[in-house]
């Protein structure tokens, strides 16, 4: 009977232990490259964290170049770049689609262009402007990957 409980509690103890870790690697970084005035960029950061992602805050003295660097096509640009797992993340782009993003292969990235009223970090009240998250392929075609109506 003794045997049995510890072999029980063993159990038990290794199934946590598995079930932590599994957890742990499922737990996303992502950088977040901003200039150091913008107040939206860091409510954006605020909203990833509150959904646990795990960013780190980069200061930059040239966004432009930043952008360039991760192939961000200007028609997709916005005021913040994010990057995870070597994708980008333009803009106001609400967690859920960054998590996504982590899972895909399809795509080099995805943006919110411009800074639309209501979407995460430029929160105005009730107000909430149309917008889409639209992914960039490989091939470098774009696609609407999640679709934000107005109210």
């Known amino acids: ?43 954006w950061i605020e909203h990833l964290e509150s959904n646990g992602i795990t960013v780190v805050d980069h200061i930059e003295p040239d966004m432009s170049a930043v952008k360039q660097q991760l192939g961000v096509p200007p028609r997709l640009s916005a005021c913040h ?23 895909r292969t399809d795509l080099v990235g995805i943006a919110v262009p411009g800074m639309p009223a209501g ?17 960039l392929r490989k091939d470098g075609a774009e696609q609407v990957v999640a679709d934000y109506p107005a109210r």
């Not at 770049?81 to 899972?103: C, M, R, S, W, Y």
């Open 81 to 103: 770049t994010g990057v995870i797992n070597g994708k980008f993340v333009e803009g106001h782009v609400p967690a859920q689609q960054v998590i996504d993003l982590a899972k």
């Open 1 to 43: 009977m003794q045997a049995k409980r510890k072999g029980a509690r063993a159990l038990l103890l290794a199934t946590m232990l598995v079930s932590s870790i599994v957890q742990a690697s499922e737990a996303l970084t992502i950088d977040v490259h901003r200039d150091a005035n913008c107040g939206c960029c860091k409510k």
């Open 119 to 135: 979407s995460p970090g430029m929160e105005m009240g009730d107000v909430q402007q149309a917008y889409q998250v639209i992914g």
